[in-house]
C-alpha cells in the first residue's frame, strides 16, 4: 500500500469513528447547554435501541423495520427519561441532577442485565453495512461511509433546525438563559423534551451503526461510546454543538493516529495516552477549542 493510500485509508477510519463520536456528543451537549446537566444515562440509550432492533430481527422482521423501530425505542426512552427522571429535579442542585443521571444508568443497565442476561449477543447486520470495497489496495468498509454519509445529512438536517425553526431559535434562547426564556414566553417544558427527544435520536441511530460495527450487543455497551462524547464534548468546548463536533473529529483523528503510530506493545494503551493529550489541552484551553469564559452556548 503506497503512503498516499495508507493516509486516504485512515483518514476515511478517523472521520468514521469520529462520526459516531460527533452523534453521541450532539446529545449531551445539546442537553447540557440548557439544562447544565451531564447525562450520563444518555449512552444507554444506545444499548436500548439495539436490543429493540435485535429482537425484532429475531422475531423476523427485516433489518430496515427493526431499525427504525429501534431508534424510535431510543428516542420515547430519551423523553420518557426527562419526564420521569429530571424534570421534577429542575431547579435543584447540579449534583444532584448529575447523581439522578448515574441512578438511571445503573437502572437501565440492570434492567437490561435482568431481561437479556449479562452476556453479549451477535448483532445481525445487513449485507451492505458487512461489504467492503477494494481500489487497488485501498480496502474500505461499506458501514464506514455509511457512517460518514449518515452523520453529514444528520447535522446538516440539525443546523437547519437548530437556526431556521421557531423551536431551534427558542431552544438557543434557553440555552443563553433559561429563565429568561421563559419569562418571555418560551414553552421550556417543550423546548427541553425536544433537545432529549434529538439527542435520544441521534443515540439510536449511533447505536445501530454501533452494534454493526463491533458485531454484538451486551447491557454495558453504552459506556464506552458516551465516555468518548464526554471527552469530544470537553475537548471541543462543552456545551458548544460545534466544538462538539470538532472534538468527536479530533478524538477519532487520535485514536487512530496513535494506533498507527504506536508499536504493537502500546497499543492497549492508546486511551489512556488520549486522555493524557486532553489534560494537556485543557491545560491549555481550560474551555476547550471552542469554548470561552462566557456561559456555553448551543
Do not use: C
Not at 453529514?152 to 431556521?164: G, I, N, P, S
Not at 496513535?258 to 488520549?274: E, H, I
Request: proline fraction near 4%; aromatic fraction near 6%.
Amino acid at each position: 500500500m503506497s503512503a498516499l493510500e495508507l493516509l486516504l485509508q485512515q483518514l476515511i477510519n478517523a472521520v468514521s469513528i469520529g462520526s459516531l463520536y460527533a452523534l453521541m456528543a450532539i446529545g449531551l451537549a445539546m442537553v447540557f447547554g440548557i439544562l447544565r446537566l451531564i447525562n450520563f444515562a444518555h449512552g444507554d440509550l444506545i444499548m436500548v435501541g439495539s436490543y429493540v432492533a435485535l429482537l425484532l430481527q429475531v422475531l423476523g422482521l427485516p433489518f430496515p423495520v427493526a431499525a427504525v423501530a429501534g431508534v424510535a425505542a431510543s428516542t420515547l426512552a430519551g423523553l420518557a427519561m426527562e419526564r420521569v427522571a429530571y424534570r421534577p429535579l429542575r431547579g435543584a442542585h447540579e449534583i444532584a441532577m448529575l447523581l439522578t443521571s448515574f441512578s438511571v444508568t445503573i437502572f437501565l443497565e440492570n434492567l437490561a442485565i435482568i431481561l437479556f442476561r449479562p452476556t453479549s449477543r451477535p448483532f445481525p447486520a445487513p449485507a451492505v453495512l458487512r461489504s467492503v470495497i477494494t481500489m487497488g489496495q485501498l480496502r474500505v468498509a461499506g458501514l464506514d461511509l455509511i457512517a460518514i454519509a449518515v452523520t453529514a445529512v444528520l447535522l446538516a438536517a440539525l443546523t437547519l433546525f437548530v437556526r431556521r425553526t421557531n423551536i431551534g431559535i427558542a431552544m438557543r434562547a434557553a440555552s443563553q438563559d433559561l429563565l429568561a426564556a421563559r419569562l418571555m414566553g418560551i414553552n421550556v417544558n417543550r423546548v427541553i423534551a425536544t433537545a432529549f427527544a434529538i439527542g435520544s435520536f441521534l443515540a439510536g441511530v449511533v447505536g445501530l451503526l454501533w452494534s454493526a460495527r463491533v458485531g454484538k450487543v451486551d447491557p454495558l455497551m453504552g459506556f464506552n461510546p458516551v465516555l468518548k462524547a464526554f471527552v469530544a464534548s470537553v475537548i471541543g468546548g462543552l456545551g458548544s454543538l460545534p466544538g462538539a463536533v470538532l472534538g468527536a473529529y479530533v478524538l477519532g483523528g487520535l485514536e487512530i493516529l496513535l494506533q498507527g503510530l504506536l508499536p504493537s506493545g502500546l497499543t492497549p494503551y492508546r486511551d489512556a495516552l488520549v486522555f493524557a493529550i486532553l489534560i494537556a489541552l485543557l491545560l491549555l484551553r481550560p474551555n476547550g477549542i471552542l469554548g470561552s469564559t462566557e456561559k456555553e452556548k448551543i
